[in-house]
């Protein structure tokens, strides 16, 4: 998800101000049933690395939805002293209820969580977040606020006419930092549609894990931001005092939801019950490769100091020019939108120019959730294929759904979710690859901070590639050509749609 236009921002949170009620059933003994291993800690599973780890950085990528967030559950269950959380979004639904679940539980063993948010997708009752906020090991801080959290619609309104470029910039860097040593960056925000989770939508989405030096890196990043002028305490955001901080049970309803089976599809309680031996997976699947060469970029705190007005650029941004202007042979990027300008459609025509192979995957009309965004691509794309680019448009029935999605949710449902592209990556050369937060937009390159990795590895590279290879295949996408697109898969409304959002300028899609 992404916001893209002042009305759509204004309706978009007023439509969010009415909270998703999420049921709380009989609490069972299934979390008694899982029972950690106490001899195990995140230093004891590193204990083996720890010299590796000094010097090098290891690098795993992260394909698969339900994989992601176990993987994110077993860093939290056995951190020991800080988890530092990064999101764009973070939903107050069944996964990011469970989330929180862990995260209350890790900060009753005494472990420091802070966590860092964008205002203008904060989906939570206010209560419920301060709520969240008062455990003592607990802080909440809530980035460029203003635009939503404690805001009615009338303020909103005032904050977009009076400060557009200020109401605009949003932080959306994703990082999950437990004890300074492992850390997971890339796509997914906290909800349900982006680990397979969602009944109607789902992403196809990719994160990376990276343990040990670059994890410092992403450290210093982190607290550049919740040090920054930007980053206000939520309760100095919110103009109201916690009603249940003192409550003797405050969380109990909350550790009820995450402890019933009913809440969680088999496959999940699964994977939770196995979670002991989450890491020494990772570490045995021969897929954990240890590398010199793994560099983190993230754009500071206001992205640029607004001399430019909507534009002004930022460090993801240069770093990403650089590599496209240094490719040699080839290009294949996975972006969900794909709102290009004179500046980008030049620098991947100078590298066709001289021999470059480009690909890029994007969303189809028919797999998009922001119509807003595919109608600024629409406009362009003769322009950006004339330029020697091959695109192709992702399926909202892509036969990839069967591999990456879970197979019991597809199974349970009575009919198929949408499955959309979400995954930001771009691998050069067959050698570079790049995962992180940044879409192929003005809005990336200009407003928002984004966050992004590069791997010089051909091993990790091959194994992304591998993915990609699939993605570019004709049961997962269809290829856009000057003679044909495949617009036509959606009915006239969405088409119509899509149509009206043309007068919408590009800078701000």
């Known amino acids: 998800m992404k916001i893209t236009t002042y009305c759509f921002i204004v309706l978009s949170l007023l439509m969010m101000s009415c909270k998703k009620e999420q049921p709380i059933t009989e609490a069972t003994d299934f979390c008694a049933n899982i029972h950690k291993d106490d001899s195990t800690s995140l230093s004891k599973a590193l204990a083996a690395v720890k010299e590796d780890m000094n010097s090098k950085t290891g690098v795993y990528v992260l394909e698969d939805g339900s994989g992601s967030m176990v993987a994110r559950a077993w860093l939290t269950e056995y951190a020991e002293e800080t988890i530092d959380i990064q999101y764009f979004i973070f939903s107050m639904d069944n996964v990011g209820l469970i989330a929180c679940d862990y995260l209350i539980r890790a900060a009753d063993r005494g472990v420091k969580v802070r966590i860092l948010v964008d205002d203008i997708m904060v989906d939570a009752d206010i209560q419920d977040v301060l709520t969240f906020a008062s455990h003592q090991n607990i802080t909440v801080k809530i980035y460029n606020p203003g635009v939503n959290l404690g805001k009615n619609i009338f303020d909103k309104i005032q904050k977009f006419a009076t400060d557009f470029r200020s109401a605009n910039q949003r932080m959306h860097n994703k990082t999950f930092i437990v004890d300074g040593k492992v850390v997971i960056t890339g796509g997914r925000n906290i909800a349900d549609e982006y680990f397979d989770y969602d009944h109607e939508y789902n992403f196809r989405d990719r994160d990376i894990l990276l ?299």
């Open 211 to 509: 343990i040990g030096k670059a994890s410092k890196t992403v450290e210093t990043s982190f607290n550049q931001f919740w040090n920054s002028n930007l980053s206000v305490d939520v309760n100095t955001v919110v103009d109201e005092a916690p009603k249940h901080a003192n409550a003797e049970h405050k969380f109990e309803k909350l550790h009820e939801y995450a402890c019933n089976p009913e809440n969680f599809w088999p496959q999940v309680r699964e994977r939770i019950a196995t979670l002991p031996q989450t890491f020494e997976t990772i570490k045995a699947s021969g897929k954990l490769v240890w590398l010199d060469d793994v560099e983190f970029i993230s754009d500071e705190p206001g992205k640029n100091d607004g001399e430019n007005g909507l534009g002004g650029g930022g460090i993801s941004t240069t770093a990403l020019i650089d590599l496209v202007k240094n490719a040699k042979t080839s290009i294949d990027i996975q972006t969900p939108y794909l709102i290009t300008t004179a500046l980008s459609q030049n620098l991947f025509k100078d590298a066709v120019d001289r021999g470059v192979k480009i690909r890029i995957l994007t969303n189809s009309l028919a797999s998009t959730d922001n119509v807003e965004a595919f109608s600024s691509y629409q406009s362009d794309r003769e322009t950006l294929l004339k330029t020697g680019v091959r695109i192709f448009e992702f399926r909202p029935d892509a036969e990839e759904q069967t591999r990456i999605m879970t197979g019991e949710l597809r199974e349970q449902l009575e009919h198929q979710p949408i499955f959309g592209l979400h995954a930001k990556s771009m691998v050069i050369d067959q050698k570079t690859t790049v995962v992180g937060t940044f879409n192929l937009d003005p809005r990336s390159a200009n407003l928002n901070t984004e966050c992004i990795v590069i791997v010089n590895s051909e091993d990790i590279s091959k194994g992304v590639l591998e993915g990609m290879e699939i993605e570019f295949q004709p049961g997962n996408s269809w290829e856009t050509t000057l003679d044909f697109n495949p617009d036509a898969e959606v009915g006239n409304y969405k088409r119509l749609k899509t149509w009206t959002r043309k007068i919408l300028p590009k800078a701000i899609l």
